[in-house]
């Protein structure tokens, strides 16, 4: 069975400094994709970072970065400089044959 | 280009009345997929369309509910004789390709209320 696991309900952190949210996953996959999508309270998924499993390199994008481990199966995301328009619930997800699996998600809270 | 259109964005049903969602794919998407978010919880897959056929209904209860993705127009997600239970976010996603490696585009969800 394949499951995404995030084990923070909920963050919070301080305006401008750095917080990461924890993904584990559980697969006997070689090659797949890992996403962190962001929910703000408008109930739009925005995909906020892509990793390819095959890629060792750790995907980054602008203040939002992982930290991909293959061999523990752990996928966090560290935001850096937070700001207010972060504040959203974070999934986690992997794909499958034809969809996505996500976990149950992490609110982020940013304390101004 | 306007994105996945989801509608309507609200939708109150008594039960045991019938719920229609609609979703129009982003231009150019001929793959659409259909999630259920329940209250507190992350997105489970339902069902994956392509134009007329149904790939993937693995996610899909067995009774009540249906898909479909017609040549002309919108996907429908049909719920029949509505329970609490269905109660939920549902999510329209489309893709331009089968691969699911580049994630997709969702809608912002239609949120059916059964009282």
């Known amino acids: 069975a394949q499951t995404v696991t995030q084990s923070q309900p909920e963050m919070s952190v301080q305006e401008a400094e750095t917080v990461t949210l924890s993904c584990t996953y559980d697969t006997s996959e070689s090659d797949y994709y890992l996403f962190w999508y962001k929910q703000p309270p408008s109930r739009q998924m925005i995909l906020v970072i892509r990793q390819e499993a095959y890629k060792q390199q750790n995907a980054t994008e602008n203040r939002f970065s992982v930290n991909f481990q293959k061999a523990a199966k752990s996928f966090s995301l560290k935001i850096s400089d937070s700001q207010l328009g972060d504040a959203a619930m974070y999934f986690c997800?992997?794909?499958?044959?034809?969809?996505?699996?996500f976990g149950t998600g992490t609110r982020l809270t940013v304390i101004p | 280009n306007a994105g996945v259109m989801q509608n309507p964005r609200h939708l109150v049903r008594r039960r045991g009345q019938e719920a229609r969602l609609r979703c129009s794919p982003m231009?150019?998407?001929?793959?659409v997929y259909w999630y259920r978010q329940l209250p507190e919880e992350g997105l489970k897959f339902m069902v994956y369309?392509?134009?007329?056929?149904?790939?993937?209904e693995s996610g899909m209860p067995k009774e009540r509910f249906s898909a479909e993705f017609p040549k002309e127009g919108p996907s429908i997600l049909r719920i029949q004789q509505v329970v609490r239970g269905d109660s939920a976010a549902y999510f329209c996603a489309s893709s331009p390709l089968a691969e699911v490696d580049y994630g997709y585009t969702f809608g912002s969800g239609t949120r059916l209320t059964v009282v």
């Open positions: 231009k150019g998407h001929s793959h």
């Open positions: 997800a992997k794909t499958g044959a034809n969809n996505l699996f």
């Open positions: 369309l392509q134009k007329e056929n149904i790939i993937d």
